[in-house]
């Protein structure tokens, strides 16, 4: 059984094909960073016309690198949501018209299981039941997972994701867009001793978020610099790093002991974060639990991850319509 996985949901077109006993034989990316860089975000409609541009020539691409031709496809799937509404019926309207095509099913997808299930997409990949925190530039999440499906939430932001807060951290430091690598990368540099940013919400407990009160904190350290040397931005970057980190990882180790866990996933862009990454090494060597992350070069959007939740859902019997709908909010616990 093959699967071809579209994701268009903000400003990546990813297309992918997966074979079920080959595993990913397709995944191809194209990133639209360069079109929005000079806005320092994402401009929607911009998206959508690039989706539209890229998407159905990499689709002919896929097919060609894999040796696959369409009637080997058996199924195609899609981000149905949550993300910008017209970049997501950019890929749901070409699975539908390609699905009616071919006729095979389409399935609409949603986007933050795919990111959850790129970290299964391994020879290890971890047991049910685990504690997923789904950290990227939309959400920041801890869920319960006990079976594939079956999410319950246990935390989420009440403001900013905590990829949103890197991304508009480092446009206040003058630093290109996407913000998560270009802070991790200075970060590098940085004195750590320098600045001591807060924690939110870790006094008290629960195991929800925030992290606009971070990002107005990093704002006032800024202004209160006036003119910023490049390892004064350096050490903001570490000392807001770490902030990030800390805070991420001691609602981890709630949630562990909240649920009785002792596997814990993460993944979306944010888990690409190199400092996350050993800070939660650490966690689970001193909890004995183990934690799991997806390949770097699936931590951010990609296609491969919507193959892969598509052929889960086709081999438990999903199908739909033909109609075009598509979900920009859609809380993951209504799966
Ligand atoms: O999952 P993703 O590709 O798109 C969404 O679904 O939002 O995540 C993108 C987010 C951006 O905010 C980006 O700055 C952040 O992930 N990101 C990182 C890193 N790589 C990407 N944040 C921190 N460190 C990184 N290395
Ligand atoms: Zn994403």
Redesign the pocket.
Known sequence: MRVLGIET??D?TGVAIYDEHQGIIANLLYSQIELHREFGGVVPELASRDHIRKTLPMIDEALLASGSKPEDIHAIAYTAGPGLVGALLVGASIAKSLALAWNIPSLGIH?MEG?LLAALLTDNPPDYPFVALLV????TQLMACHEPENYDLLGESQDD????A??KVARMLGLPY????A??DLATEGKAARFSFPRPMTSKPGLDFSFSGLKTFTLNTIASLKVLSQQDKADIAVAFQEAVVDTIRIKCERALAATGMNSLVIA???S???A?RESLNHLSARLHCQVFYPDFRL???NGAMIAFAGYHRLSKGHREDLAINVKPRWPMVEL
Do not use: K, W
């Open positions: 949901s903000c990546e986007h990111h990227s530039g939309g959400h994701a905590a990829g949103e890197f991304d996407p913000g998560g690598p802070i991790a979306g862009g944010v690409a974060n190199v996350l931590c951010t959007d």
